[in-house]
T-cell receptor, first 116, second 109 residues
Framework: KAGVTQTPRYLIKTRGQQVTLSCSPI?????VSWYQQTPGQGLQFLFE???????NKGNFPGRFSGRQFSNSRSEMNVSTLELGDSALYLC???????????????FGPGTRLTVL | KQEVTQIPAALSVPEGENLVLNCSFT??????LQWFRQDPGKGLTSLLLIQSSQREQTSGRLNASLDKSSGRSTLYIAASQPGDSATYLC????????FGGGTRVLVKP
């Protein structure tokens, strides 16, 4: 069974631009979560989508948004990029979602975003 | 608010030594605890998920223990190898998955 895939793997953008990242979960998984990882802040939760609905949202500004499609694939968008948005963006999928993340989370390889 | 701490932040051991990684959490009302491994610049690989009703979970050279009452979990890696060099993170679920800061492990040949 294929794992979680994320595209693109690397991105370089300039301040003020916007970016869209894509995540394809493991086949059959309906929950997709997004995380931002930086050396200073560690892993921080962005949001979770389940059955095309955002279930939970972390403490990030409205410039960060996402969506999930009927095939469970998810995208996240960051508008008006800032230097501080440079990070590794990880998505994770799980088979079920009870709102409490009790199921094993499987992570993708991440998208490395660099904002210049 | 759940807080997860991993101490030490970094650890260096000679090959063959057993590794002991610690994870502590502030809210003991957890459903489970998950341990991950992360290689530099890569995603996370799930190692073990230990349910709140379990005290231990084993997979090969890895053994994780959980003591909810004291808010602690320990990951043991027996007979460490250079390939075990990575960052190890623990995470507990709630309305989000809360991660510790990780322990960066270096196993010297």
């Amino acid at each position: 069974k294929a794992g979680v895939t994320q595209t693109p793997r690397y991105l370089i953008k300039t301040r003020g631009q916007q970016v869209t990242l894509s995540c394809s979960p493991i086949s059959g998984h309906r929950s997709v979560s997004w995380y931002q990882q930086t050396p200073g802040q560690g892993l921080q939760f962005l949001f979770e989508y389940f059955s095309e609905t955002q279930r939970n949202k972390g403490n990030f500004p409205g410039r960060f948004s996402g969506r999930q499609f009927s095939n469970s694939r998810s995208e996240m968008n960051v508008s008006t990029l800032e230097l501080g948005d440079s990070a590794l963006y990880l998505c994770a999928s799980s088979l079920v979602s009870d709102g409490y993340y009790t199921d094993t989370q499987y992570f993708g390889p991440g998208t490395r975003l660099t904002v210049l | 608010k759940q807080e997860v701490t991993q101490i030490p932040a970094a650890l260096s051991v000679p090959e063959g030594e057993n590794l002991v990684l610690n994870c502590s959490f502030t809210d003991s009302a957890i459903y489970n605890l998950q341990w991950f491994r992360q290689d530099p610049g890569k995603g996370l690989t799930s190692l073990l998920l230990i349910q709140s009703s379990q005290r231990e979970q084993t997979s090969g050279r890895l053994n994780a223990s959980l003591d909810k009452s004291s808010g602690r979990s320990t990951l043991y890696i027996a007979a460490s190898q250079p390939g075990d060099s990575a960052t190890y993170l623990c995470a507990v679920p709630g309305n989000k998955l809360t991660f510790g800061g990780g322990t960066r492990v270096l196993v010297k040949p």
